[in-house]
């Protein structure tokens, strides 16, 4: 071989490994995008075990961020009515319908596949709305309701007439911030006298993962707890600890960050 072909063959060579060094780090590009994408699909349909008819969200950290992040997801193929049984501020995102009639949701879910229903109360909010529950769950497939006021605070113990949760929900989800942990309780509690009196002890105790999970076991007023607000090593490792001591199937994660998985 003369040495202009021999110069020919090494630098097709070195061209060919080139080639299938390129190709091989885009493979790991997009592989390596697909299972972020994965890792970050929350998926709370599958998760949550979300089934048709009525979600109750009840607890503290998180209920207004999940319930429209169910409402996304869901209505991909689906039609869903967001609403409160308390109290919440009316979306920007969706039609809002004011104490609309039957016929004025089914007009309005033709032309979006989520809309929020409520009635006019104080402060600018939305109450509970006009129509029965039972009605909303036949016009819609899926009927996702805020249950519950914290007053913004991650823990939450319930008075007597808490939380409101429709007759015909299907399931109780309970949000719990892990933020609440390593705060006294007079900190981290929407009604910090009856968390810390049902547990015995005082309002300036520093809630623990162990106090958190007995608090959530003494009202059992939940079918599956989600532990929301988890960014840190020592987060995760408190919720994966508060999971451990449930009789439920519970899930970890962050809500506003994209990510969550189940434990139990």
């Known amino acids: 071989m003369s ?10 060579t070195y061209s060919l490994k080139i080639r299938r060094c390129l190709t091989f780090l885009m493979l790991r590009v997009i592989l390596k995008t697909e299972y972020r994408k994965e890792e970050c699909c929350l998926n709370l349909r599958k998760k949550l075990e979300i089934r048709p008819g009525v979600t109750a969200l009840i607890g503290g950290g998180g209920k207004t961020t999940c319930m429209y992040a169910l409402a996304q997801e869901l209505s991909a193929d689906a039609k869903v009515i967001v609403c409160t049984s308390t109290h919440i501020f009316p979306p920007e995102h969706l039609p809002c319908l004011v104490s609309p009639e039957v016929e004025e949701v089914r007009q309005a879910l033709l032309r979006k596949n989520t809309v929020c229903i409520g009635t006019n109360s104080k402060e600018g909010k939305f109450g509970a709305p006009n129509l029965p529950f039972s009605v909303l769950a036949e016009l819609a497939d899926y009927v996702i309701v805020e249950a519950d006021g914290s007053r913004g605070r991650p823990l939450k113990a319930h008075a007597s007439h808490e939380p409101v949760i429709p007759e015909n929900a ?14 006294s309780i007079l900190e981290a509690a929407h009604r910090p006298e009856l968390y810390s009196e049902r547990l015995g002890v005082s309002p300036d105790t520093i809630v623990t993962p162990e106090l958190a999970a007995e608090y959530l076991k003494l009202e059992n007023l939940h079918t599956k707890v989600l532990i929301n607000q988890v960014e840190t090593p020592q987060q995760r490792a408190d919720a994966e600890a508060i999971a451990r001591l449930l009789n439920c199937s519970v899930c970890t994660g962050a809500l506003q960050k994209g990510w969550l998985e189940c434990l139990y």
């Open 170 to 183: 299907d399931q109780a989800i309970l949000l719990l911030g892990i933020s609440g942990i390593g705060k």
């Open 3 to 12: 040495t202009q072909n021999h110069a020919f063959a090494h630098d097709e």
